[in-house]
């Protein structure tokens, strides 16, 4: 057997157990009565993938390990705009996360795609509802919400401004290297 061979028998089992802890899965509604309910908007226009993630603190490298990672919805073509509701378990912490493409550009001859991800942490607790708009806070709000695409974030800020919502910071997530 020559050595590109097995290169190629070794690289690729261990290519595809690496990546898949990294590539989500379809999210399944937690179903115990204790559940915290999600309304996550996905805005009109948006082109990329909403994805809601674990994580878990590391003491040893000061940072936060994703656990796992869901897609909650995924546009190719700009999304009509739509509220994913999703049914959680409580005090996880949580992220939402919005990885968004807003086209490229051409800098000299390279072409430069523009992706940027946007995430919005939380701890939830049992029985409570939250608006997430991913790169904004989230904000609990009453069982009677009533979520549309189409409602202000400023005028949902100022209805609940009350309200207190547990998060984490989502800006020490553990990096990986391959």
């Not at 994703?66 to 378990?89: A, C, H, Q, T, W």
């Amino acid at each position: 057997m020559n050595i590109k061979k097995i290169f190629f028998v070794v690289m690729i089992p261990l290519t595809l157990t690496t990546c898949s802890h990294y590539l989500p899965l379809n999210y399944t509604n937690y179903k115990g009565s204790d559940a915290a309910t999600l309304y996550v908007l996905n805005r009109a226009g948006n082109v990329g993938t909403i994805y809601l993630g674990s994580y878990k603190f590391n003491k040893k490298a000061a940072c936060y390990n994703m656990v796992d990672r869901y897609e909650l919805d995924s546009n190719i073509f700009p999304s009509k705009g739509n509220v994913i509701v999703s049914k959680v378990k409580p005090g996880i912490q949580y992220s939402v996360s919005q990885i968004k493409n807003e086209g490229s550009s051409r800098q000299g001859g390279l072409l430069i795609a523009h992706v940027y991800n946007n995430n919005t942490s939380i701890i939830t607790e049992a029985g409570k509802y939250y608006y997430i708009v991913p790169g904004n806070h989230a904000v609990e709000v009453s069982p009677d919400f009533v979520p549309t695409p189409w409602i202000s974030w400023d005028r949902i800020k100022s209805q609940y401004k009350d309200t207190s919502v547990k998060s984490w910071d989502d800006k020490k997530i553990c990096t990986t290297w391959w």
